[in-house]
């Protein structure tokens, strides 16, 4: 059976928000668990104790983090649940490199190497900004414009699964037909456990 932590960045704003990023990741814990996924979910937008955390992250095979984005980034709890967790020695092995073996390249030194991730994010932003090389993000793509949150994951020594985005939730939503492609991402990517 593989464990997957799911970490709600889903966050209140002004006292309000977070429900969508909820939707989601109720959604994914009720997928992953019909594929035969343990699942565990944690929220940051709470107080949490680090050395929990980084348990969580140390016994799951994957994580999945859901947030929004906010001015093109997640969510400043999901920053802060990054630094005081990510530190840990269970899961940071530190930069990769060492004062006597130069070919150990910065960045590579990550103890996570069985395990993967996904990032799962909501924009007010529509797709075509995104994909149009003549709109905001120049045709990057979503990988690109997230590539800071990608590279924190990848320290750790963990491998990308697709990513999954959600967009014009505000302008134009579609929620329906967002959480059912969500659904279909999931079933695609994590599949059925495997004993």
Known sequence: MSNVLIINGGAKWH?????LSDSF????SDVLNSLGHQITVTSVDRDFVADEEAQKIFEADSLLIQFPAWWMNPPWQLKRYQ??????????GGDGRTR?????????????????????????????????PLQFFDGKGIDAVLMPVHKTFQFLGMRPLPSFMANDVLKNPQI????????????????????
């Open 15 to 19: 006292g309000t928000g977070g429900t």
């Open 83 to 92: 630094d005081e967790v990510l530190l840990d020695s269970r899961i940071n």
């Open 25 to 28: 990741v109720e959604l994914a």
């Open 176 to 195: 329906s037909d967002d959480l059912q492609r969500f659904e279909a991402h999931l079933t695609r990517y994590y599949g059925p456990a495997r004993c």
């Open 100 to 132: 006597s073996d130069a070919t150990r390249l910065y960045g590579r030194g990550g103890p996570c190497i069985n395990k993967t991730y996904m990032l799962s994010s909501t924009w007010n932003a529509p797709l075509e900004a995104f994909e149009d």
